[in-house]
C-alpha cells in the first residue's frame, strides 16, 4: 500500500549531474526541492491562485515559486482524499521543522478552503505556532484579491479566533500579526477587508505601534511596502497616527513619508531578509507608492520631514 506519510519534493526544473546543496530563502538546505505533506498538496486553491498555497524551490540564488495545482472534480472527492490521507497516517501538522507554510492548515488558509480548514480543525490540528492568523502573501503586488475570497478569510479568522484567541498575537522574527499585514497586503486587499482584519487583530491583543527590531513599526512597514489600505487603517488610529512626522533616525535615519516614496528603500533596508529588487515591476509599484503617500498626507505628514 502506498505510504501517506512520504513527503513530495517540489523544485523548478530538473536536476542536472546530481545537483549540489544550497540553502533557499526559507533557510533551509535543499537540492530536491521543497517537501510537503500530502495533505497539504491534496487541499484546493479556491482563490483562483491570486493567493499561491504551494510553492517549488528556486534555482540557486532564486525565489521559491508559485505552483498551480489542478482542483478536484467536487468538494465531495476533496474531502474523501482528505480524509483518506489522514486516517492512512498522513502529517497534518507538518513537523519536524517544517518551514514557509507548508502545512496543511496554511495552505487551507491561503487558499480560502473553508472546508479544508474544518476538516482539520475536526482532526485536532496544530495552530499554535503556525502563524495561522498572518494576512496571505499574494506574490504578485496590486493584483486585487476577489470579494468572494476575501469573505472566506474572514469566516476562516473568526473561526480561528473563536478556537484560540491568543493566536492573533503570535510573532515571527519579532514582528506581529499586524507588522506581517503591512508585509503581506502589497495593494491586493480591499480597504473594506483590511479594516475587519486589523479590527479583529487589535481587539484580541495585537500592538499596532509595536517597535520590531530592523523595520520599526507597522505604520514604518506599510510605508516600505506601498501597504496604502493597512497604511490607511492605522492612520486612522489615535495611536498609530502619532508616528507619521516622527523621525526614525534609529533605523535608517528616515521618515515614514520618505519611506514611502522611496522605490529603493528594498535594497537600502541592511540586515532585513528582503528582495535585492522590487518585487513587482514598476508600473504597478509606483502607483501603490503614490497612493501610500497620499495617505500620509492626508493623514498629516509634512513634505518638509521627508528626507
Known sequence: AADARVRPRLRRGELEGGGEWFMNECGEWCIFGLPYPLVTLAIDNFTGNAIPSIWAAGDEGEENIPVVLPRWSSRDLERGIINALIQGGADINGEDGMAGGRQPIC????????????????HNVSLRGMMVMELPFTDDYGSPVSADVETSLMSIYRRLIRLDSTLATEQLDGANMAHRAAYCEGGCYSQAF????????????????AEEENSGTPLREAAIWASSCVAHYLCRQPLAVNEISRDNTGHHECTIL??????????????????????????????????????????????????
Not at 483590511?194 to 505601534?209: K, R
Not at 509599484?285 to 497612493?291: A, E, F, K, N
Open 107 to 122: 495552505a487551507a488558509i491561503s487558499g480560502a478552503n473553508e472546508a479544508a480548514v474544518d476538516i482539520l480543525i475536526q
Open 194 to 209: 483590511i479594516d475587519d482584519y486589523m479590527n479583529l487583530l487589535v481587539a484580541n491583543g495585537v500592538d499596532i505601534i
Open 258 to 307: 520618505s519611506d514611502a516614496a522611496d522605490i529603493h528603500v528594498y535594497e537600502e533596508m541592511d540586515g532585513l531578509d528582503v528582495l535585492e529588487e522590487p518585487p513587482e515591476p514598476q508600473d504597478r509599484v509606483i502607483p501603490g507608492r503614490q497612493l501610500t503617500v497620499r495617505v500620509l498626507l492626508r493623514a498629516g505628514a509634512a513634505p518638509s520631514i521627508a528626507r
